[in-house]
């Protein structure tokens, strides 16, 4: 994918119909979530609901809660980096704009803040004394300009 990509719909129709197809990709993974931790409250949890030691579970309840653990982490990782969402504010009703530096999808008003703050770091950048914060923010900014 190219570094950049802006993703516009200006069709009502067309942004109505990509909102619900989001939003049902996005309850696809809360169901997934939902069952997933359900069957690790099954292991972590005793039969009357209270928190069991890891001390008394099985090896293999171990093995497969560490499993839906990683799967759980790898999911959310994966929907936060999707078009679905703007990874700043979450909002997934949206035009979207990639930032391969990032690897992550921003709405078009995330972006253009982004955009506006890195293009005034650029104006400020000869005031500012090398730092590693300073490096850091540059470095950021110089991925939105
Ligand atoms: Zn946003």
Known sequence: MRDKRAIIIKNP????IR?????VIIQAYHIQWKTMFDEM????????????????????EIKFYRLLQEQQKEMSSLLDRSILICITCGKGHRDMVYNKAYD???CTECYGMERLSAQERV???????????????????KTFL
Request: glycine fraction near 4%; avoid cysteine; proline fraction near 2%.
């Open 123 to 141: 104006k400020v950048k000869r005031q500012r004394t090398k730092s590693h914060e300073g490096e850091a923010i540059q470095s950021h900014s």
């Open 104 to 106: 992550a999808w921003y």
């Open 13 to 16: 129709r067309l942004q109505k």
């Open 41 to 60: 409250q099954k292991i972590s949890r005793d039969r009357h609901g209270k928190p069991r030691s890891v001390r008394s579970m099985e090896v293999d």
């Open 19 to 23: 909102n619900n197809l989001r939003d």
